[in-house]
């Protein structure tokens, strides 16, 4: 897929897109352009959109098991992208990070539990462990300079407090920071010394901007290794979602039996059929078209950073080391978090997630989703400008 294929507009109406046709229901105005939920407007690589064509020519789609070359595409991603070898036992699979995540707190916390997280942080955070009756406990990012970094006084106090789990993001969403070896390692050591299991959602792992490199934080020792379940998934790399198919990759096999046991309860078997067949043609054939993504991408950060600073300078972007979020500070405008949202939806017409949503150090903030042909874009950053003035 070259530039010019990025370029193309598509319409996505008629094909029950949360993002093109469930906008109105969600955000209560009409013609608003989306650019809020993390799903791209491009294509998936073409040998995905081949596998699952000669899937449906088959023609019978019956019962189906998820292969050990599957497991083999997962594990040789993982080695040639993130330069972590795996074992193909360690490998389970879910439809999706978000219950993964479910999944891994009713395995291994009990109801009243403390879980830890780091906010501003994706909103499904909070709500996995409120859902199943634990206790959210925060260790909030510090924001300077346009940089977030960790406090590593709170997130220790918090773990001397009896936490049990700790989730990670990594690339963070929102904030589009790509955790580096010796934050990662601190990290884990603190968690290590007071016997807290890590859950690292790891999705945005593939969409890391150059000179930064995703590291998965269970290939940093074998301690950690066994105090790791990592979450990966093909779904927002290769623009999958609703083809539903994750993996988890646990090196311990007591916490994966754990884990297995409340998939069995809950009666989750396999895969979808097309997503087992999307997940491996996309690990195994992927790597070209995501390497001319990341060019795309970094263009269209480049363009809008550089619009953002030229025409609307109350509002600071805190341009991402990763994923295709743009995460924008907007409380030089001083609007209060309510009347930035009515700007936005009645006077620019444009729908972006607010940060509240994301937790304690969200407010001020909104969250733009680039991943868009450049002339989508364009228009999103010229209905933001008028949303504002």
């Known amino acids: 897929m070259t530039a010019a294929e990025f370029h193309k507009l598509f319409d996505r109406k008629n094909t029950a897109s949360v993002k093109w046709e469930a906008t109105e229901k969600i955000f209560g105005e009409k013609d ?12 998936p690589p073409v040998e995905v959109t081949d596998a699952i064509k000669n899937r449906v020519d088959h023609g019978i789609y019956g019962y189906t098991f ?59 955070f909070f709500d996995m462990i409120e859902k199943n009756g634990r206790i959210v406990v925060n260790a ?71 000179p930064g490199v995703h590291i998965p934080i269970a290939s940093l020792s074998n301690d950690l290794e066994n105090q790791v379940i990592t979450c990966v998934a093909p779904t927002k790399t290769f623009n999958i979602a609703g083809l539903q198919a994750s993996a988890l990759i646990t090196a311990n096999g007591k916490l994966r039996a754990k884990i297995k046991k409340i998939q069995i309860q809950q009666g989750a078997f396999s895969l979808n059929i097309f997503g087992i067949v999307a997940m491996e043609a996309a690990y195994r054939y992927g790597d070209k078209w995501l ?37 924008l500070d907007c409380r030089k405008l001083g609007l209060s978090d309510q009347e930035l949202k009515e700007r936005l939806l009645q006077k620019g017409k444009i729908a972006l997630e607010p940060g509240t949503k994301y937790g304690p150090g969200g407010e001020g903030f909104v969250r733009m989703n680039i991943a868009c042909p450049e002339e989508t874009m364009r228009e999103g950053l010229m209905r933001l400008k008028l949303a504002v003035q």
């Open 66 to 124: 998820i292969p050990p070359s599957t497991d083999e595409a997962v594990q040789l991603w993982m080695d040639k992208r993130h330069n972590w070898k795996i074992d193909r036992s360690w490998i389970q699979y879910s439809h999706g990070v978000v219950p993964a995540i479910s999944i891994v707190i009713q395995a291994l916390t009990e109801p009243g539990d403390k879980v830890m997280l780091q906010s501003p942080v994706y909103s499904p």
């Open 291 to 327: 390497s001319e993504l990341l060019d795309y991408l970094s263009n269209n950060i480049r363009i809008a950073k550089q619009f953002i600073e030229e025409n609307i300078p109350n509002i600071t972007l805190i341009e991402p080391e990763g994923t295709y979020l743009l995460w």
């Open 32 to 43: 608003l352009l989306p650019m809020w939920v993390a799903d791209m407007d491009f294509k």
């Open 140 to 210: 909030p990012l510090q924001l300077e300079n346009e940089h977030y970094s960790i406090n590593f006084d709170t997130f220790e106090e918090n773990l001397k407090q009896g936490v049990k789990l700790f989730l990670l993001c990594n690339p963070h969403n929102p904030g589009g920071r790509v955790w580096k070896q010796e934050e990662l390692l601190k990290m884990g050591e603190l968690c290590l010394k007071y016997n807290c299991l890590i859950l690292s959602d790891e999705i945005h792992s593939d969409l890391v901007f150059k």
